[in-house]
């Protein structure tokens, strides 16, 4: 079988880095990023859920290569208030912080309703 072996979807390869930077020497405040063993789960998160949110992003946005290259390109242009490494890393701790206040709601919710039903009995 000619597939690449499913492991090699998300194990980073020793050596490569996850997410490597790369600056746009044509257009001010812009920059590519790749990020290594991710998809189109990450990059849409990233673009419409973070990035599309600050008011110093001018464009964001992001594309597959290939569909057995497990890597995405993501590109960030900015304003001069602000430069694409530190749209990119606030977009990255917001996201952090959502998904830290989901999974906590979610186990309180969890919890709620794990001792409603051990009353019900």
């Known amino acids: 079988m000619n597939a690449p072996d499913r492991y090699e979807r998300f194990v980073v390869p020793e050596g490569v880095s996850k997410v490597s930077y790369e600056r746009d020497t044509k257009i001010i405040n812009a920059a590519s990023f790749t990020i290594e063993r991710e998809d189109h789960t990450i990059g849409n998160i990233l673009r419409i859920r973070q990035l599309h949110r600050d008011e110093n992003v001018l464009f964001a946005g992001y ?10 390109l993501l590109r960030i242009h900015t304003t001069s208030q602000s430069s694409p490494m530190q749209a990119y890393n606030q977009a990255i701790n917001d996201l952090d912080k959502e998904l830290d206040h989901l999974k906590n709601e979610f186990e309180v919710e969890l919890a709620r309703h794990t001792g409603k039903q051990s009353r019900d009995y």
Do not use: A, D, G, T
Request: zero cysteines; charged letters at 20%; a positive charge.
């Open 63 to 72: 594309k597959l290569p290939h569909p057995l290259q497990y890597k995405i």
